[in-house]
């Protein structure tokens, strides 16, 4: 019944690794997105995707590659993970993509030690 | 360069009370503002928006004000209630070619005390 659900929720690994998040969402809606909330609790975006195309890809460096096999899903791969990518992601998804209310996953939490 | 600003990280009120959480921004071409509530390990919910057609808007016991003019909106909670307490973010957006891109602000941390 959840909205929108990723997995895992929690994620610890070591340096130099390759992890990924997986999103699903089924209210139907055409547009997804992943956001970052780091240390300091800024949410942040960094990719949207419409009808599996690439909306918005925000400053975020090429280890980062999002993938989109279908509208309901958007998963997050993340290569040679570092220090600094420790954080909570967020994935949401909104209707149609533009000016409207978005609804957002329970978050992964990222740990790289 | 943050466009949306919560100044305040906490705020701390007491049942039955109103609760005002402040949010300004900085981008006059914003159209639609949100506030999303988040409980620890759980993600954003939302809770109320305003288009900025409009100057208010009430749902229950939240009502979202916007000045446009101030560039600035408030979300009210009256009464506030323990289960209120939680993180509120304010978010905003513009529609056309940003699909979609939410500026969240900080967050401002409410708890209400019985």
């Known amino acids: 019944d959840t909205a929108v659900s990723q997995t895992p929720k929690y994620l610890v690994t070591q340096m130099g690794n390759d992890k990924s998040i997986k999103c699903e969402q089924n209210l139907g809606h055409d547009t997804m997105y992943w956001y970052k909330q780091d240390s300091k609790k800024f949410l942040k975006i960094m990719f949207s995707y419409n009808n599996k195309e690439l909306i918005i890809n925000e400053t975020v460096p090429n280890r980062f590659s999002p993938k989109s096999p279908d509208k309901a899903h958007l998963n997050l791969h993340i290569n040679s993970l570092e220090l600094g990518d420790s954080a909570v992601y967020f994935c949401?998804?909104?209707?149609?993509?533009?000016?409207?209310?978005?609804?957002f996953g329970p978050g992964t939490r990222l740990l790289v030690l | 360069d943050q466009q949306v600003k919560q100044n305040s990280p906490s705020l701390s009120v007491q049942e039955g009370r109103i609760s005002i959480l402040n949010c300004d921004y900085t981008?006059?071409?914003?159209?639609?503002f949100l506030w999303y509530k988040k409980y620890p390990a759980e993600g954003p919910t939302f809770l109320i928006s305003i288009s900025s057609i409009k100057d208010k808007n009430e749902d229950g016991r939240f009502t979202v004000f916007l000045n446009k003019s101030a560039k600035h909106l408030s979300l009210h909670i009256v009464p506030s209630q323990p289960g209120d307490s939680a993180v509120y973010f304010c978010a905003a957006t513009r529609g056309g070619s940003t699909l979609g891109r939410l500026y969240f602000g900080r967050g401002t941390q409410l708890t209400v005390w019985p």
């Open positions: 949401a998804s909104s209707p149609h993509g533009s000016g409207e209310t978005q609804y």
């Open positions: 981008n006059s071409m914003f159209d639609y």
